[in-house]
């Protein structure tokens, strides 16, 4: 069964960093892209990031790109999110989510990490 | 970016009754290599969206076949054939056609 956990959420403040992570485990890891999509409190779902099976191929939504990085470790089969200078707009629920390739979609999501940045 | 629009924002229905869900993309969905990536998910309260309905029609496993999806080109519906009180939640549409991939903005299925 594939499962997906994310982790690191919390609290933060304007201008602060945080990193997500999420731990794979019911496939091959390293054999699937990975994404990151985030949800604003009572908000629909949004596209924030992905990346390649090699971590050679980076995309990122306008709106967190040059703030955030997403990485991936395959022997560790976890992704990350490393978040700088967030902003009160980052505000959400970010989830993980394995891609199905040859289908362009979203197959598999985690519980998600509720990010709140607050002062 | 690819606008999707989904309507209406919500949808009251009765149990045991049909209900249907529309998705209309600013752009074809139709790709350079002849696919159409559009997307169906679920997110019933309090959890995370779970996929029903890959490339327009294809059904994930483990979801009951009351649910159906149609569509061409920039319109699209999600069909459930008779609602079950486990069906209330909300609808995203999602493509996957044009980079970045976008969402529509959901619709939430309650039922009267």
């Known amino acids: 069964e594939v499962q997906l956990v994310e982790s690191g959420g919390g609290l933060i403040q304007p201008g602060g960093s945080l990193r997500l992570s999420c731990a794979a485990s019911g496939f091959t890891f390293s054999s699937h892209w990975m994404h990151w999509v985030r949800q604003a409190p009572g908000k629909g779902l949004v596209w924030v990031s992905r990346i390649s099976t090699d971590e050679r191929k980076l995309h990122y939504a306008d709106s967190v790109k040059g703030r955030f990085i997403i990485s991936r470790d395959n022997a560790k089969n976890t992704l990350y999110l490393q978040m700088n200078r967030l902003t009160v707009e980052d505000t959400a629920v970010y989830y993980c989510a394995r891609d199905h390739y040859g289908a362009n979609s979203l197959a598999s999501w985690g519980q998600g990490t509720l990010v709140t940045v607050s002062s | 970016d690819v606008v999707m629009t989904q309507s209406p924002l919500t949808l009251p229905v009765t149990l045991g009754q049909p209900a249907s869900i529309s998705c209309r993309s600013s752009q074809s969905l139709v790709h350079s290599d002849g696919n159409t990536y559009l997307n169906w998910f679920q997110q019933r309260p309090g959890q995370s969206p779970r996929r029903l309905i890959y490339k327009v029609s294809n059904r994930d496993s483990g979801v009951p076949d009351r649910f159906s999806g149609s569509g061409s080109g920039t319109d699209f519906t999600l069909k459930i054939s008779r609602v079950e009180a486990e069906d209330v939640g909300v609808y995203y549409c999602?493509?996957?056609?044009?980079?970045?991939?976008?969402f529509g903005q959901g619709i939430k299925v309650e039922i009267k």
């Open positions: 999602m493509q996957g056609t044009h980079w970045p991939w976008t």
